[in-house]
């Protein structure tokens, strides 16, 4: 026989107010702390991938597109610019390095992308087994694909075309794996990569194939088909999807976008505030879902409130009766704060737990979506903040109504009855 | 051992109660006998320590027991006295080997559940220890509440309307075992009724 021991008696007694209260915990305590996983981990994931980049240019159209496409691998591409252009920025001494990109075919989702061995180096990928593309046609893989596709070096795989496992197949001409990289934490991981002229080299093929096909069987608005069309008219002329830049000092970032976007067909987008912008629009609904969840956990710390004044009006007898059995009335007022705590404890434990589950099925859906995870389990600072507001709210809720103990006259309510 | 000497307490300038002077010795019982209002629970709640008398004195064990602050008076009572009141009372969410056990917890004492299992069969309620005190009649919860009483090996007992509630079998019942277990520990047993049916049972009676 103990404090703690009655405590839980007295929880268990009252089941379904106990479940209600610690349910609305849990409810509240996991709504945030899945917010708060979501939002470091998403915000992790979108740093760590800029990490280095200063600027993006592509096709014109909206910038946040240019960058989700060309440095997260999840929008469709603006359109294409021709090489010449991008590789015109290598001589503006502002600038580091130029990394252009290719994109437009898949394979089951995952997408292949031309560029050089910059792109490489910039996530610092390293070979896990084999080589690096260098042969037209050569790809290595990124950790993810090669995991979940099951192709070894050697294999030979065809694309198919767009961005969705659905589209057209190339298969008159096929990739063949020459390596993987080691797992890198950044978007590469879910990317096949390969070198420019491969991607070129695809749809020669297919621009030799839809000439051949009626012409309604081209989609208009597909950029890779753009590509396919500008092909057509200028043979000689190459062209990319978009190109990472670095700078060489802060001082591009003020006049380089603005050239470019003022005298080229080009337009540079700069990722830092193309992802606050995003993350400003996303962080509407992060704030109100972060306003509800407060609010339930509020509703939570009145149902605790509500249900230990109820029931210490019920039991006021049996806490007269304690005091004269010689329990003081300290010893009391902290059996019923145990109780509050004890509930807040259970609260937070399952909403933590809830919000892990949470962030498994959003990770899954992402994962199967735009092949991005998140698997970060751990318990976040923030988090521990959040169990001793909990805890914070337990004794609150239960100090109130037992104040009362202090009050309590033991021989007048013994008397009556 | 308990003895009195001029009790007096007042709810209000109307309400005044002068009790006469009583004196139980161990292994004795003492019957105090009154009607309804002439203050029966305030001279038993004024022996138990819980109301603090205008003036006149208690005596346990010898002890001078006025003129102590609460936190001691709980301690003396908790140690000193078993209190059995009109209508058995406990905390519901314990089970009644629990509720035994909690009256030595909650005075500090070792929480014997040999004692209270060798209680619970000389009170004849050994079958329903585990269960929640609301699931027994109201003769045994009765019982229950005197094997609390007796946990603490206590030298008073003092016990309100212990039977008031009870039928004759059961009234019977609980007198007798009141008195054997009050006298075979050592205790003084004071029993403060108005029912008629205990006046036989004593041959020491108080009148209110």
Redesign the interface.
């Known amino acids: 026989?103990?404090l703690l021991?009655?405590s839980l008696?007295?929880l268990?007694?009252k089941k379904l107010n106990s479940f209600l209260s610690a349910m609305l915990l849990t409810l509240g305590i996991g709504m945030i702390s899945l917010l708060l996983l979501l939002n470091k981990q998403l915000d992790e994931q979108f740093r760590r991938n800029i990490r280095g980049i200063d600027m993006v240019v592509g096709a014109k159209g909206s910038p946040l597109q240019l960058i989700l496409s060309s440095i997260y691998q999840i929008d469709a591409p603006t359109g294409n610019v021709p090489l010449s252009e991008v590789n015109s920025l290598k001589r503006n001494p502002f600038v580091k390095t130029v990394i252009p990109l290719s994109m437009g075919d898949n394979y089951h989702g995952f997408r292949i992308v031309g560029t050089t061995p910059k792109y490489v180096d910039h996530f610092q990928a390293k070979i896990a087994e084999g080589a690096l593309f260098s042969q037209p046609m050569d790809v290595t893989l990124g950790s993810k694909v090669a995991k979940n596709s099951g192709l070894k070096i050697g294999d030979t795989f065809a694309s198919s075309h767009g961005l969705g496992s659905d589209g057209e197949a190339h298969n008159d001409k096929k990739y063949k794996v020459v390596g993987m990289f080691e797992p890198t934490g950044s978007v590469v991981d879910q990317l096949v990569l390969t070198n420019l002229e491969s991607v070129w080299e695809i749809h020669e093929h297919s621009e030799e194939k839809a000439a051949a096909a009626p012409a309604d069987d081209v989609k208009e608005s597909d950029p890779a088909h753009e590509e396919d069309m500008g092909e057509q008219h200028h043979d000689e002329e190459k062209q990319v999807t978009s190109a990472l830049i670095q700078f060489r000092n802060p001082m591009g970032l003020i006049t380089i976008p603005r050239q470019i976007n003022q005298n080229t067909s080009m337009q540079a987008a700069l990722p830092s505030i193309e992802i606050n912008r995003l993350f400003s629009l996303l962080g509407v609904g992060i704030d109100t879902l972060r306003a509800l969840a407060l609010v339930i956990i509020m509703i939570a710390g009145v149902s605790v409130f509500i249900s230990l004044y109820n029931s210490l009006k019920e039991?006021k007898?049996?806490m007269a009766?304690?005091?004269?059995?010689?329990?003081?009335r300290t010893?009391l007022f902290l059996m019923l704060l145990l109780e509050g705590l004890i509930l807040a404890v259970t609260g937070y434990l399952s909403g933590v737990l809830l919000s892990r589950f949470g962030l498994f099925l959003f990770s899954r859906a992402a994962e199967q979506d735009y092949n991005y995870s998140i698997r970060e389990f751990s318990l976040l600072p923030e988090e521990i903040f959040l169990l001793i507001g909990a805890l914070f709210l337990g004794l609150l809720a239960a100090a109130l109504p037992s104040l009362g103990i202090y009050r309590l006259n033991?021989?007048r309510t013994?008397?009556e009855? | 051992m308990i003895t009195t000497k001029n009790l007096q307490f007042s709810y209000s300038q109307q309400k005044q109660f002068i009790f006469p002077d009583i004196n139980c010795a161990d292994k004795e019982a003492l019957l105090i006998l009154g009607q309804s209002g002439r203050g029966k629970?305030?001279f038993l709640?004024l022996l138990?320590l819980?109301?603090k008398p205008d003036s006149g004195n208690i005596h346990i064990n010898s002890k001078e027991l006025s003129g102590l602050s609460p936190?001691e008076r709980?301690?003396i009572?908790?140690?000193n006295l078993g209190?059995i009141?009109q209508?058995a009372?406990?905390?519901?969410?314990?089970s009644v080997l629990?509720n035994i056990?909690?009256?030595?917890?909650?005075?500090?004492n070792k929480?014997d559940k040999e004692k209270a299992t060798y209680l619970a069969e000389q009170l004849g309620f050994a079958d329903h220890l585990q269960k929640k005190t609301t699931q027994l009649s109201q003769g045994e919860q009765q019982r229950v509440s005197i094997a609390r009483a007796l946990m603490n090996n206590p030298n008073v007992i003092l016990a309100d309307e212990p039977t008031s509630s009870l039928d004759d079998s059961n009234c019977q019942k609980v007198v007798e075992l009141l008195k054997n277990q009050a006298f075979s520990i050592g205790a003084s047993l004071v029993v403060v009724t108005h029912d008629q049916r205990l006046k036989d049972e004593f041959p020491n009676q108080v009148f209110l």
């Open positions: 026989m103990n021991k009655i008696a007295n268990k007694e039991r007898y049996e009766l304690m005091l004269s059995m010689g329990a003081t010893k033991i021989s013994l008397a009855e | 629970t305030t709640h138990a819980l109301l936190s709980t301690d009572r908790a140690k209190i009141y209508r009372h406990f905390v519901g969410a314990l629990d056990l909690l009256s030595s917890y909650l005075s500090g929480q």
